[in-house]
């Protein structure tokens, strides 16, 4: 699966635990290229410095929350299109309207399974495999 | 305080409260499961969770019982942080996890054991516990003031034998405060 071993998805969770969860999730999909930051301030250095092909973020961070990095990310030209993915326990209405009309690609909601996060990145990137 | 001024409010599997009202206290049955008390003592705010964890067997996807438990870890850090806890001062106390059925696999075990490494993954300070056993816990736990305090509950409970009647065993760490 060559797509899949060049894939460079970016983490951002502010609970370590999640950042590993999500990672062993994606290096079971056949994910290899796998960078985290621990809020949206370090994930924007991130993004700015080296822009990934994917971008999984959690909602609720402090410092710069989803949302927050979600709008400065759009606002920077090279990371304009690149894709992102909202993680949230509070996947409801409001948040699915206001991810999507920041520029979000997809919402997953916690806890998530390793087919509903293999589903959601598929919808946004297209078949893995 | 003023016992008829006291807010008791239940904590069910699956569920979490967070108040920093001082008149509220947080109260639950536990028997394998795990309740985790988180609080931020510099803006005296508190909040509870109650959760078991789903059996390997339960899903194809043996990872999913540890998702879940994370992500009811989260939505009680997220709760406390959005009315202002800061997560570096917060601090847990935990309950629960006993092993109720004498024999199969040790459910209340696997529940304490996720708890306690959780905590420690995330650097949240553990300051007072009281885990595994053969007995259920009543728990209350005041989230302004930190407070916590259990009662064990006999290991027949019978019909009509009410587990208030009980007295509470004193912790052997000291660490938990006696209303």
Known sequence: MPFLRHLRVLVVDDTNTSRMLVSSTLQEIGVLHIDFARDGRQALDKVMADAPHLVISDFNMPNMDGIEFLEAMRAYGPSSKTPFIMLS???????????????????????????????GIEAVVGRLQ | MNSASVNRVQVKEGDYRVSGDPNVVLSTFLGSCVAVCMRDPEIRLGGMNHFLLPGDDDFLDPRHAERFGVHLMEVLINGLMSHGASRDRIEAKLFGGAQILSHGRDIGQANANFARKFLRVEGIRIVASSLGGDRGRRVEFRPCSGQARQRRLPLNTLPGVSPKAEMPDLLESGTLEWL
């Open chain 1, 89 to 119: 326990g509070k996947a409801d209405r409001d948040l699915i309207q206001t991810a999507a009309r920041c520029g979000a690609n997809n919402v997953i909601k916690k806890p998530f399974t390793r087919q509903s996060l293999r589903a």
